[in-house]
């Protein structure tokens, strides 16, 4: 049974570029949340998607958009680039509803803004 | 005040040594509660959940929550080498119930030393 993925697991972009980070939960969930990792800090949540719709959302700017798609697995968009948007990307998913509410981690996306 | 707050270390224990590491919570509201442990440059990995006061344990690691005083903890026994990591606290704000949104401290780094 696949875990959570995540691609790419590294990425370098420019200022002002525009960035587009995938995950796949894992099998049962139907729930995907993303979260931001600076270096030496906790994650901070930006939005989950359930159903195909934004359920909740952080403290994060509009530059920051996501989807899910039918088959749960979700994309995390980023535009103009900025440096301190330099993070670990993870993408989190559960089961809502489920027994098991736990949230359960992809190995997140490394991404470098230069 | 921030949300989840830990001590951010390093805590460094001998190997065989219990391990004792804090968290506090600032909204008297939240209903769930989790230790995940994260290895350097690795996405972090569920340990421990909590939900009601008193203690959890599930082999060497043994939670503690206790409501009143806006605390959970986490307990390793038997400290190993392989137990050094960064160690998060996260929590599970008012309304965010069903969502499973996480609020997380900033982490605390644990050395076990051989």
């Known amino acids: 049974d696949a875990g959570v993925t995540q691609s790419p697991t590294h990425l370098i972009k420019t200022r002002g570029q525009q960035v587009t980070l995938r995950c796949s939960p894992k099998s049962g969930h139907d729930t995907v949340s993303w979260y931001q990792q600076a270096l030496g800090q906790g994650p901070q949540f930006i939005f989950q998607?359930?159903?195909?719709?934004?359920?909740q959302r952080g403290n994060f700017p509009d530059r920051f958009s996501g989807h899910q798609f039918p088959n749960y697995s979700s994309e995390l968009n980023v535009n103009a680039l900025l440096l301190g948007d330099s993070a670990l990307y993870l993408c989190a998913s559960r089961e809502t509803g489920g027994t098991d509410p736990e949230a359960f981690f992809g190995q997140g996306t490394r991404l470098t803004v230069v | 005040q921030k949300e989840v707050e830990q001590n951010s270390g390093p805590l460094s224990v001998p190997e065989g040594a219990i391990a004792s590491l804090n968290c506090t919570y600032s909204?008297?509201?939240?209903?769930?509660f989790f230790w995940y442990r994260q290895y350097s440059g690795k996405s972090p990995e569920l340990i421990m959940s909590?939900?009601?006061?008193g203690d959890k344990e599930d082999g060497r690691f043994t939670a503690q929550l206790n409501k009143a005083s806006q605390y959970v903890s986490l307990l390793i026994r038997d400290s190993q080498p392989s137990d050094s990591a960064t160690y998060l606290c996260?929590?599970?704000?008012?309304?965010?119930?069903?969502?499973?949104?996480?609020?997380f401290g900033q982490g605390t780094t644990l050395q076990v030393k051989p």
């Open positions: 998607y359930y159903e195909e719709e934004e359920r």
């Open positions: 909590i939900y009601s006061n």
């Open positions: 909204d008297r509201g939240s209903q769930s």
């Open positions: 996260a929590v599970n704000p008012p309304g965010s119930s069903n969502t499973g949104k996480l609020i």
